[in-house]
């Protein structure tokens, strides 16, 4: 079952919705990463990434969530979402 | 020498009282053990209503950790059932009335008269929970189904594991298992899967609690109690015996095949 899904879904039992919050929440727990860290993570991607492209601030997102690996696994990951602008016109490297 | 075991939880009013009173008279009924009960929420005592017994405190916790009295003053013997010993926490006093030291020393004391110290912890992390895990060998945390609970019971977890407690052991209360049938309350093995510890056991939600706490008499000596009957089988796993989980009607579809996963087997890979 895909965790993302899930919510929101009228048809998916009340304890799943349960299970799934709760994995993500202790994720976050036990990471003890706060929203100013995630916001540090923020403005250095921007810095970084601005060399290079143009990117919408506003709609930056950098997010822990959790991620299955190959193996059935499920591990915490962090998530960045960037939404481009435009791409510089950098010399050909 | 006994040992001293710490009944946590975090979030409050899941059923540390209910659990320390249960287990403690079971394991001073059933298996003939020495037991202290010793309630370490100071200023919200409640273990002596649930026993029964608070008419007859007349010196308390503080007042022992404080040199106002020896210990055999404070402990109040339980005249029901042999061997059955309670300390009660001060009421008119707050948490700092007391130090991890003080605790500490008090139950090296008691360790070397009685079999079982059992401590009714307060919920919360703070000083309260410092004090109650200060003496103690072993950690039960109890939660009921619901996410606040084990988010807080899993808080639980890694403060024990900080503070040195080797496999704190988990007690779900209050399962309902016509809910958990329908998909509306977590399962055992969800709460297991998602907190990664060993599981001591199951209380399924039974009003024969709240009818026993109204006596004050705990459900543990009530043959006719499922709740009763899951912390029997708890005190017989406590003893070290391989007690399989009851059949709680409907918990589990395929209720054998889960056994192996629950007993003598560690539960998960940290
Ligand atoms: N299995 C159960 N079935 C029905 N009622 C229960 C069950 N377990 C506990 N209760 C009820 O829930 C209430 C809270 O229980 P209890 O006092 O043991 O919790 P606690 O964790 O000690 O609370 P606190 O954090 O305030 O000290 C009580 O009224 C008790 O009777
Ligand atoms: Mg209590």
Not at chain 2, 89 to 113: F, G, N, S, V, W
Not at chain 2, 196 to 201: K, M, N
């Amino acid at each position: 079952m895909d965790f993302l899904k899930i919510f929101g879904r009228e048809d998916v039992s009340s304890k799943d919705i349960a299970k799934e919050r709760l994995r993500l929440i202790l994720v976050h727990d036990r990471a003890n990463v706060s929203p100013k860290f995630l916001e540090m993570i923020k403005s250095q991607l921007i810095d970084m990434i601005s060399d290079y492209m143009e990117i919408d601030e506003n709609g930056l997102e950098v997010k822990l969530t959790r991620m299955e690996k190959d193996d059935d696994v499920t591990v915490p990951a962090l998530v960045a979402n960037i939404p481009i602008k435009k791409v510089k016109h950098l010399a050909k490297i | 020498m006994g040992e001293v075991i710490v009944i946590t939880s975090g979030k409050g009013g899941v059923g540390k009282t209910t659990t320390t009173a249960n287990l403690g008279t079971g394991l001073a009924l059933y298996k003939q053990k020495k037991v202290v009960m010793l309630d370490a929420d100071i200023g919200l005592r409640n273990l002596d209503v649930v026993m029964g017994l608070e008419n007859r405190i007349v010196y308390d916790l503080v007042d022992v950790a404080n040199g106002m009295c020896r210990l055999k003053q404070a402990l109040i013997k339980d005249k029901r059932f042999e061997n059955l010993y309670l300390m009660p926490a001060a009421q008119t006093k707050d948490k700092t009335a007391i130090t991890p030291t003080q605790m500490k020393k008090l139950c090296e004391e008691l360790k070397r008269d009685y079999d079982y110290i059992l401590i009714d912890c307060p919920a919360g992390i703070e000083q309260g929970f410092k004090n109650a895990i200060a003496g103690a060998d072993r950690a039960l945390i109890v939660t009921t189904p619901e996410v606040s609970a084990v988010r807080d019971a899993d808080r639980i977890v890694g403060l024990l594991e900080a503070a040195g407690f080797e496999e704190p052991k988990l007690i779900i209360n209050r399962l309902r298992p016509d809910m958990v049938k329908r998909g509306d309350m977590m399962d055992i093995d969800d709460m297991i899967d998602v907190l990664a510890i060993e599981l001591l056991g199951v209380i399924p939600e039974d009003e024969k609690i709240v009818i026993s706490t109204n006596r004050g008499e705990p459900a543990v000596v009530d043959e006719s109690s499922k709740a009763g009957q899951a912390y029997r089988n708890m005190i017989r796993r406590l003893e070290g015996e391989e007690v399989p989980l009851m059949k709680i009607e409907n918990i589990e579809p395929n209720f054998m095949d889960k056994l192996r996963v629950f007993f003598g087997l560690k539960a998960r890979a940290k």
